[in-house]
């Protein structure tokens, strides 16, 4: 297991070539590298994303509506797996995606009108098409967000993504990283005279950028995206 204390000196050797012997002399500092493996991390979740899961207690009779986890990455619809606990059985519920000018219909509960479905509106909220039962339970499945370290001085936390992903997302911290390189030398650049300026195709961050784009394109897909999808029977108990 990868800690960000091995990672960032990792990154910054193989990728970055910023190998200075006092921290206060690198090109890209801890908070730059640190905000660029941030974002690399949200981006890769577009590949492939964390799994986790939330428990919700129901105490009180009228609850008809669930929060959705803050770092829940996908469509909750089309990617969760939400199972009800009355108790007696568990029943794996249906999502459904709102269409304009569907109505929808309350079902009490313990009623056998199947199936038993859940809907996300607004952003972030679950509703139910029944009222949960005081003292029943609901468990959600879903894809999440990256867990972030707290800070660039984080040298315990633990890489959460898979050991195979952890040199393509180097590469991407690298494309970041000359992305904003590439901006500052294209605003000094502004001042060249004409024989100097040259086109965009000659500035090497611009190039440099591209092929860490490249590198991280290639090594991700040696590997299949995340499957989302989930395939359930209507009403079915389990």
Request: contains cysteine; hydrophobic residues 40%; glycine residues 6%.
């Amino acid at each position: 297991m990868t800690t960000w204390g091995e990672y960032q000196p990792y990154v910054r050797s193989a990728v970055l070539k910023d190998t200075a012997a006092d921290p206060s002399d690198y090109r890209w500092s801890e908070a730059s590298v640190y905000a660029y493996f941030c974002q690399a991390l949200k981006q890769f979740a577009a590949h492939t994303a964390a799994t986790d899961t939330e428990t919700y207690a129901i105490a009180n009779a009228t609850t008809s509506t669930l929060t959705l986890p803050a770092d829940i990455y996908d469509d909750a619809v089309q990617t969760t797996v939400l199972v009800y606990n009355d108790g007696e059985k568990r029943v794996l519920l249906e999502g459904m995606a709102l269409k304009p000018g569907m109505v929808l219909t309350e079902v009490a509960p313990g009623a056998v009108t199947y199936p038993r479905s859940f809907w996300e509106w607004p952003k972030g909220t679950l509703n139910l098409g029944f009222t949960l039962k005081n003292g029943t339970s609901a468990d959600l499945w879903y894809f999440a967000n990256w867990a972030l370290p707290d800070d660039e001085g984080d040298d315990d936390y633990v890489l959460p993504i898979p050991s195979w992903a952890e040199l393509p997302v180097a590469y991407l911290i690298g494309a970041f990283a000359a992305v904003a390189e590439g901006m500052q030398a294209s605003n000094i650049r502004q001042w060249n005279t004409r024989p100097d300026t040259g086109t965009p195709e000659h500035n090497p961050l611009h190039r440099q950028t591209e092929h860490m784009m490249m590198l991280y394109r290639d090594l991700i897909s040696w590997h299949p995206p995340q499957n989302r999808q989930t395939y359930f029977r209507q009403g079915a108990g389990i």
